[in-house]
């Protein structure tokens, strides 16, 4: 239904800085929040940062003030700027975009493939 593709990870030093962009495709014209969400070895899955139809945002605690989420067109582009990378970013990072009355990260919302983020000391 709804097909994303994360790109921009990548090795870097900590305190560096990536920038992730997730590109939708196809039944784009539902989505209503789009977002990022990483898992590193070992832990949970866990939102990094979400944005709303209605412009509102969301940061985790341990990534507010270092990352940023934006939009160009939110129904097909969102990107993580990622500033002041430290060794505990490292992570798969994951596009998530949902559609209709699904909340984001829910089963029904769509999964990109992740990408990569590794920082090191």
């Known amino acids: 239904q709804v097909q994303l593709v994360e790109s921009g990870g990548g090795l870097v030093q900590a305190g560096g800085s990536l920038r992730l962009s997730c590109a939708a495709s196809?039944?784009?014209?539902?989505?209503?929040?789009m977002g990022w969400y990483r898992q590193a070895p070992g832990k949970q899955r866990e939102l990094v940062a979400a944005?709303?139809?209605?412009?509102?945002?969301n940061y985790a605690d341990s990534v507010r003030g270092r990352f940023t989420i934006s939009t160009y067109n939110i129904k097909n582009t969102v990107y993580l700027q990622m500033n002041s990378l430290k060794p505990e970013d490292t992570a798969v990072y994951y596009c998530?975009?949902?559609?209709?009355?699904?909340?984001?990260?829910?089963?029904?919302?769509?999964w990109g493939q992740g990408t990569q983020v590794t920082v090191s000391a």
């Open positions: 998530n975009a949902a559609s209709g009355p699904y909340g984001l990260g829910s089963d029904f919302t769509s």
């Open positions: 196809g039944s784009i014209a539902s989505i209503n929040a």
């Open positions: 944005a709303t139809s209605g412009g509102a945002t």
